[in-house]
């Protein structure tokens, strides 16, 4: 029996391919299908199925077209209903792959549909659980996604309370947990950087798997839980409903622009996403464009801050990205890119057109400016506010980037702004969109909140916040 692991950093997502005896299963591939189809060719396996754990809000999920081009049989558990061919499983239902079993474990909670899967060897043994967002390593899945006017995150959470315990803590210590995804994902809170571990393990050191009252265990996993992304229940939906072939999407914008085209698609109202590193883009960019650099967690922070999925976008990437940054911005559903302008930057520039900078300074210059000036200074901290009240700058105001575009009426356009994060990357993100909004006086920091600790003694504030679990 063979389990491969697919784990995409950018979104931190776990795909997985399972193949036993010739015959293949995808669980919740991405929508960048081809690598799943070729790793299935080389084997001389055939796709039979593809297991979704549940409708997916942070990415949309190749199912569709990876039934297309393999004949695979989508399934889903109890109680999905999809705008598309799919088969609903029931609890408890079992599958064979090759010499292989997969059982279905209906586990509600992070939505209604949640399921898990079971895999069993030939001789019926209990190897491994796709758990999906049911269970992550270090933490559960939110339960305040699938919120109806019927149905509270209380409601949801005494579910999850009931499918952990009735369902999974049932199954045996030396089961392998393979979640769906790891720290970084918005789909939890205190998700840990290891993909995958015992469930023996995990009964010990997952806060949520404690034993406790349902009641403590709803108040534990609502308590602390920052709004999703404003694209989650988009991306849901596509999900649930369908969406454009990945084909189509990608042949739409994988294609390199002249600085005429790039113009006029400019003069309709298309977005000028820069792909490139913080610190390139902060030596010379396009006026009015944005910068989210491949380099990070690309994917998440577009869908975090560009609130219209259908808006054209016109990218600038670095040499040879191009594609790769259209690939990455489908993936989370926001299928309008119209191409990337041909030679990048230098294009721009080396036409004579208009270009912007933002001062990026060390963190000792930094400090030499706050002393020069008494500390009398602006200071943005865009990390999360529980970043920001573990250790801070004094003076310091939590700006973080999640809300940026809720907060910008709040900056006066007449001020210098000093901007910085835990290691840089967002804080050029943040810069460019207060560039975008017409404040003028933005400065970087270099290296983020972490350089600024290790390299400065600029007095900080320490202050030990309530737990979140």
Sequence with gaps: MKVDQLYTGCLAEAAYYLESNGEAAIIDPLRDVDSYIQMAQERGAKIKYIFETHFHADFV?????????TGALIVYGPTAKTG???????DGEEFQLGDATIRVLHTPGHTLE???????????KQQSIFTGDTLFIGDVGRPDLAVKSDLTQEDLAGMLYDSLWNKVMTLGDELVVYPGHGAGSSCGKSMSAETFDTLGNQKKVNYALQPMPKQD???KVTHGILPP???????????????????VVM???????????????LAKGALLLDTRDQQEFNKGYVQGSMNIGLGGMFAIWVGTLIQDLKQPIVLIAEEGRGEEAVMRLAR????NAVGYLDGGFATWKNAGKPVEAIPSITPQEFETIFRTKGGKVNVLDVRTPTEFLSQRLINAENFPLNFVNESLDKLDKNQEYFVHCKSGYKSMITSSILKRAGIKNVVDIQGGFDAIAAQTELEKTDYVCPSTL
């Excluded at 999920?61 to 081009?69: R, T, V």
């Excluded at 598309?84 to 029931?90: G, K, L």
């Excluded at 042949?251 to 698609?265: I, P, T």
């Design 217 to 219: 265990f709803v108040e």
């Design 84 to 90: 598309y061919p799919a088969y609903q499983a029931e």
């Design 61 to 69: 999920s190749g199912h569709l077209d990876l039934a297309a081009k």
């Design 114 to 124: 949640s399921s898990c899967y079971l895999l069993l060897d030939k001789d019926g």
């Design 229 to 247: 992304p404003q694209y989650f229940s988009k991306n849901a939906m596509l999900n649930k409903s369908g969406y454009e072939s990945w084909d």
């Design 251 to 265: 042949g739409r914008g994988n294609k390199a622009l002249s600085l005429e085209q790039v113009e006029e698609h």
């Design 332 to 335: 989370v559903g926001y299928d």
